[in-house]
């Protein structure tokens, strides 16, 4: 069928209905602190810091700092203090199939500094510190035991 078909009645969009999104909204990147939900995000108080850079329609991109979530969500409504998000994507980013369940260690985010770290549970300091995910300082760990027990075998 030929688009310019006029018996068909073929709707066309005007050329004044498509711009570059930067001039109809901003996209908005935050990151999260630890201990901060997706359900802290849907209570309208939480934005009031930032409220006043916020319009409708702006989408924010929220990253949890430990990696454990991303959340993507669309402004509905805004006030001086307040706004209102829709959030339509959720992802859980942690890999259930690691296991970071240890008798002596235990693998946790206790800073941006630190990242994800390996702690010793009987003097809780830290053993290994600056992994980017709980996944590789849970594999670092499972190593770190691993060779503890094959040089304890050995002596």
């Known amino acids: 069928m030929d688009p310019l078909d006029k018996k068909n009645k ?3 969009l ?5 711009r570059l999104q930067e001039t109809d909204y901003t996209c908005w990147h935050v990151t999260l602190p630890l201990g901060v939900t997706v359900d802290d995000l849907v209570v309208p108080t939480f934005w009031a810091h ?3 850079h916020l319009k409708p329609l702006s989408e924010i991109r929220a990253d949890a700092i430990d990696g454990s979530f991303i959340t993507r969500m ?3 409504q805004v006030g ?3 706004a209102k998000v829709h959030v339509w994507l959720n992802t859980d980013m942690r890999d259930a199939s690691v296991s970071d369940d240890d008798p002596n260690f ?3 985010f206790p ?5 994800w770290c390996v702690r010793r549970k009987t003097d809780k300091s830290i053993v290994k510190s600056g992994f980017t995910t709980r996944e590789d300082a849970a594999t670092w760990m499972q190593g ?3 060779a503890n027990a094959t040089e304890e075998a050995a002596a």
């Open 10 to 12: 073929v709707k066309r």
């Open 74 to 76: 669309y402004v509905t």
């Open 14 to 18: 005007p050329v004044a209905n498509m």
């Open 111 to 115: 800073n941006a500094t630190d990242r």
């Open 144 to 146: 770190h035991v691993a």
């Open 106 to 108: 235990y693998v946790e």
């Open 50 to 52: 930032v409220a006043r």
């Open 80 to 82: 001086d203090t307040w």
